[in-house]
């Protein structure tokens, strides 16, 4: 159906409706009226099934329904870039260091200290870092298991970047050139509660640093400050999350006495610092397969993170200013 | 010198039309094995009545083995979809492997080629993106046909490993989908209002019949061995398939769909509905790299199989 059509279609209906009511009005006052001289027909069916058809158009934009092999759909980075520009710039404000370290030109790893329930703080660094260097160079951000079996939330982190946090997953994005976003704390960094804020806890079995040994490619240490207090959990239940299936259920000031709104980040003020890549010493996979160096290697990120946390919480004077 | 080819599972999709290729290649002597005649049996067929899910299937298949010299056999006789007889498709898929697989060693045929699926993987929320052919074949529980192959690839793997001297090739083909292809996926996908899961809209991927049989006919004429998966390039989420096609979906959240054991699926599958809705819930997207280096790229990627799928779905419609 042709734009003209249709939009004869929407005249003609207001038409019927604007001699309809005249007719009535003229009835209340109590003139004389011809009975349903003026009476257009219209086709409320037509009219239906045009209102239909337009919000399959509307439907239809938002997806470009060309997926990468991950699942990431540029066209809906594209429609939520104002709600994550809004988040990004008003909402948490967040103030960016040493973004420079970041090279524009091959794909890093990214280690961040975790927190918050759902993956904000990923998706947050990765639009920064695309902001930046481009769309090519968008991070992926990996994402803890049990989020995966979520409803809804897992069709929308993989549209938006996220990938299952494997080490298979892993070692193909970074082969294929996709810089990715890890967090070596896991579910133990996701579900401290907000007394244990922003002390980091441990950093997995060395699995980040032996991937970037491995992949050959640098390690950026990041810091992330503010996404502790998006969801600050209070405590953690565990008998009904079990029932539910998930691995506890948190209670934040806001959730679950909220409901769903009750997921909605608070507005933090947010602090994101990039470290200076740590050097590759060129005798990877070497390096990768001593298990001993692997372990100290990592311990030594582990402080290099929490040594930059520490810092961007110097930088920024309270929780939301 | 004639190389002779036997074929199990002839009255299947990929068995009749395997053969019908193979029948247009000069030198090749082929023979059809099924439980019963086909109807329209390509020329150049020589049929032989096999019933897999006797006792003595495999000594009546070594006999024809032997007899006719059979240098491949390409071992297709695998349900195209659950039917409500768990015993029975047990008795064919798992057992029927059993007897051929010892038919062939009694044989001593020296290539042997099994067509499997990749909905062995099976779904599961700890998957990676891309599941390589080492990954565990995990199945699921509910789906007693994936199971079966399940098995059935755990006995070809031990089998391989006891038999040296025979070259095996399991092709692991993921959802095949195109003009005439039909099965429980397919009449799934092709209602008028498809039910999904509401909340989930997982990757999927999609292998062209042509691609497919392509494959199989080199894994059949020429030397490949090891395990493939035979899959298209990409990956399509399930939401924009269906658009594409322009159906309307029926989001149900997944505990009602689970319940509802009636329909659409137990009744024709036998199967509890996760075994198949579980498969539209989470990822089971195979890794074809290693299939796509040995016989090439196919294609149609799964889009474009898709849109040649539902094209010829769309001219059948106008009849």
């Not at chain 1, 809906?76 to 260091?97: G, H, N, P």
């Not at chain 2, 390039?233 to 054991?261: F, H, I, N, Q």
Request: hydrophobic content about 40%; charged content about 25%.
């Amino acid at each position: 159906m042709s734009g003209a059509e249709s939009g004869d279609l929407w005249t003609e209906a207001l038409g019927g409706l604007r001699a309809e009511l005249r007719r009535r009005l003229a009835q209340v006052r109590g003139e004389e009226v011809e009975p349903a001289a003026v009476e257009a027909g219209v086709d409320w069916l037509a009219l239906l099934e045009d209102v239909r058809r337009r919000f399959g158009q509307l439907g239809m934009r938002e997806r470009s329904g060309e997926v990468d092999d991950f699942g990431l759909d540029p066209e809906t980075i594209r429609s939520a870039r104002l709600l994550l520009d809004f988040l990004i710039k008003r909402w948490w404000r967040i103030e960016v260091l040493g973004l420079e370290h970041v090279p524009d030109d091959r794909a890093v790893l990214f280690v961040a200290n975790h927190s918050g329930l759902l993956p904000w703080d990923g998706l947050a660094l990765a639009e920064i870092v695309a902001a930046r260097h481009g769309e090519r160079q968008r991070p992926r951000f990996l994402i803890a298991d049990w989020l995966i079996t979520l409803p809804f939330v897992q069709p929308a982190l993989a549209r938006l970047g996220g990938v299952r946090a494997c080490r298979e997953n892993a070692e193909r994005l970074l082969g294929a050139g996709h810089s990715v976003v890890a967090f070596p704390e896991g579910v133990k960094g996701a579900a401290k509660t907000f007394r244990d804020r922003y002390r980091l806890q441990r950093f997995g079995r060395g699995g980040a640093v032996r991937l970037a040994l491995e992949a050959g490619v640098p390690v950026v240490p990041v810091a992330i400050v503010g996404a502790e207090e998006t969801h600050p959990i209070l405590f953690k239940v565990e008998t009904p999350a079990r029932a539910l299936g998930l691995p506890f259920l948190p209670v934040t000031p806001t959730f679950p006495w909220l409901g769903p709104l009750g997921a909605l980040p608070l507005p933090s003020k947010w602090v994101i610092s990039f470290g200076e890549p740590l050097a590759s010493t060129g005798r990877e996979t070497e390096a990768a397969a001593d298990d001993l160096l692997v372990a100290r290697l990592t311990e030594e990120l582990r402080g290099e993170v929490q040594r930059l946390v520490r810092e961007a919480l110097r930088v920024r004077q309270g929780v939301f200013t | 010198m004639a190389k002779s080819i036997a074929i199990t599972g002839l009255r299947t999709f990929l068995g009749r039309r395997l053969a019908e290729r193979l029948a247009l290649l000069p030198g090749l002597r082929l023979i059809g094995l099924d439980r019963l005649r086909p109807h329209g049996l390509a020329s150049g067929v020589a049929f032989r009545e096999i019933d897999l899910t006797r006792p003595d299937a495999g000594s009546a298949l070594a006999d024809v083995f032997h007899k006719e010299d059979v240098e491949v056999v390409v071992h297709l006789a695998f349900r195209r979809e659950p039917s409500p007889d768990l015993e029975g498709d047990h008795e064919l898929e798992t057992i029927g492997s059993l007897h051929l697989l010892h038919a062939c060693a009694g044989a001593g045929v020296p290539r042997l080629v099994v067509g499997s699926s990749t909905m062995v993987y099976g779904p599961h929320p700890d998957n990676p993106n891309f599941l390589t052919e080492e990954h565990p074949l995990r199945g699921h529980p509910h789906a007693h046909c994936v199971q079966n192959r399940v098995e059935m690839e755990r006995m070809v793997a031990d089998w391989t490993a006891r038999h040296p001297g025979t070259s095996v090739t399991v092709l692991r083909p993921c959802w095949i989908v195109g003009p005439t292809y039909r099965d429980a996926v397919t009449r799934y996908l092709a209602r008028r209002v498809v039910p999904t899961l509401l909340g989930y809209d997982p990757l999927l991927q999609l292998v062209h019949e042509d691609d497919c049989l392509d494959v199989f006919e080199r894994a059949a004429t020429e030397h490949h061995s090891g395990v493939f998966n035979v899959v298209a390039e990409g990956v399509v989420p399930l939401s924009t398939l269906l658009r594409r096609a322009g159906k309307r979906t029926l989001p149900v959240p997944p505990p009602v769909l689970y319940r509802l054991r009636a329909y659409p699926s137990q009744a024709q599958t036998g199967d509890r509905p996760e075994g198949f809705y579980d498969y539209l819930r989470y990822l089971w997207v195979a890794d074809g790299q290693r299939g796509w280096e040995e016989f090439g790229r196919p294609l149609y990627s799964t889009r474009e199989a898709w849109m040649s799928a539902i094209s010829a779905e769309r001219m059948r419609s106008y009849r």
